[in-house]
């Protein structure tokens, strides 16, 4: 019998032809905005990784200034770090090594077109050099990278080839201007998956300091560790050490040290809160293609009052009634599901393919069995419960009055 309740159902949907379909919409709109959205919100998780993947090592700290507005990180800081903390901070045991950084915006001129773009410093020893190079991944696709010794050169990240907006192409040997002084571009950088690499100017610490005047001050210090997992540990003696040369109070400091478990924390707690606004848009979404299907059913059954009077009258039973509506109503969640699943995942792959191109960075959409299973195995019980109140009300009725109507 549930056979025949199966094909009886079908029928009954193929008769209502375009309406079944409008029905489908509802919940093929809702599934495809699931899956696209959670997919394209992993996607997005794994590109901002990414974004930290250059500045992220176990065994190094980052110690900056606390800043006032929005920029490259240490660079607005009212109060810039100084010989005198860079010597606290290496006092420190389990320190190994310091790496002061100046991370500023410049004026860059290329065939008489000027923007603005952020220069960070290159340390004037060799092995601080190697190890920026080793942490941020620097690999050089054409020229050479910079090195201890380097005057009038730079390291241009790749966006200034790829997005170039200076008509002109940009090469190993081309001589650029930055804050009104001639330099020579001496590398180009290979594209990354973070967009500070891509659009970064790496240039020798005493150059920039010479354009733009700069004293004892750095923005950020790196820190390397001999054991990252003493790292809260030495970072605490850091700030106890440092608030007590700067004479402040707990809580009240002007200076932050982040260790990649904070960094990683950070960026976890913001994918979370991504998650759940996207989580909750794909429920409105099913919510409403819900509503659709039990409007359908409950117009279903209005319609069929006579024929529901019929089939009772021959022999049929609540049971047989109720399972042919709910076959039907669960029909429509699943068919809905299946086309906005493919259609969802059709969609992220598209959206992804743009966004990468557009932006320059890695933004992966892979292909999850458990989200596809489990949006069409939702959209399917979605049907079920949209049509199971219409459903006991056809199954309920009397086939006298049935006929009547």
């Known amino acids: 019998m549930l056979s025949d309740s199966f094909l009886l159902a079908i029928k009954n949907l193929k008769k209502r032809g375009i309406r079944s379909w409008l029905t489908v919409l509802g919940v093929f709109i809702g599934i495809a905005a699931v899956v696209s959205l959670i997919s394209l919100s992993n996607g997005l998780q794994t590109a901002i990784t990414g974004q930290f993947s250059g500045t992220l090592s176990t065994d190094v700290l980052v110690f900056q200034n606390a800043g006032t507005g929005f920029g490259p ?8 770090i100084n010989q005198n903390d860079i010597d606290i901070i290496e006092s420190v045991p389990g320190v190994k090594e310091t790496i002061p950084r100046l991370i500023r915006m410049v ?14 410093s290159i340390p004037k020893d060799q092995e601080k050099v190697d190890m920026v190079n080793k942490v941020a991944n620097l690999v050089i696709v054409k020229g050479n990278l910079l090195e201890a010794g380097d005057k009038g050169k730079v390291v241009l990240g790749d966006d200034f080839i790829k997005n ?13 201007t930055i804050q009104g002084k001639k330099f ?28 733009l005047n700069i004293g004892d001050e750095y923005d950020i210090v790196a820190i390397k560790i001999d054991n990252p997992d003493n790292a809260q540990q030495i970072a605490d003696n850091i700030v106890r050490k440092i608030r007590k040369d700067r004479n402040e109070k707990v809580g009240e400091e002007d200076f932050t040290i982040q260790t990649p478990a904070q960094a990683l924390q950070a960026v976890s707690t913001i994918l ?12 409105i979404s099913l919510i409403i293609g819900g509503i659709g299907i039990a409007n359908t059913m409950f117009t279903s059954v209005l319609e069929r009052t006579r024929e529901i009077g019929v089939m009772k009258a021959i022999g049929a039973k609540n049971s047989n009634i109720l399972s042919v509506f709910l076959i039907e109503s669960g029909l429509l969640g699943l068919v809905g599901g299946i086309a ?25 959409v892979t292909l999850s069995w458990p989200l596809l299973l489990g949006a069409i195995a939702f959209s399917f019980f979605i049907g079920l419960i949209s049509g199971i109140i219409p459903a006991i009300k056809a199954s309920r009725m009397n086939p006298v009055e049935a006929l009547r109507k």
Do not use: C, M
């Not at 004026?107 to 960070?120: L, P, V």
């Not at 170039?164 to 001589?175: A, D, F, L, T």
């Not at 979370?272 to 429920?283: E, K, N, R, S």
């Open 73 to 80: 990180p240490g660079s607005t800081a009212v109060r810039k």
């Open 107 to 120: 004026k860059f001129e290329y065939n008489d077109i000027a923007t603005f773009n952020y220069i960070a």
């Open 164 to 176: 170039s907006p200076y008509e002109k192409e940009i090469h190993v040997g081309s001589s650029i």
């Open 184 to 211: 020579e571009v001496k590398g180009i950088l290979k594209r990354g998956s973070s967009f500070q690499i891509n659009s970064v100017i790496l240039i020798p610490e005493d150059d920039l300091k010479d354009i």
């Open 272 to 283: 979370g809160v991504i998650g759940i606004v996207v989580t909750g848009i794909a429920a």
């Open 340 to 364: 906005g699943a493919l259609f969802g995942l059709g969609a992220a792959y598209l959206l992804a393919s743009v966004a990468s191109q557009t932006l320059g960075i890695n933004f992966p």
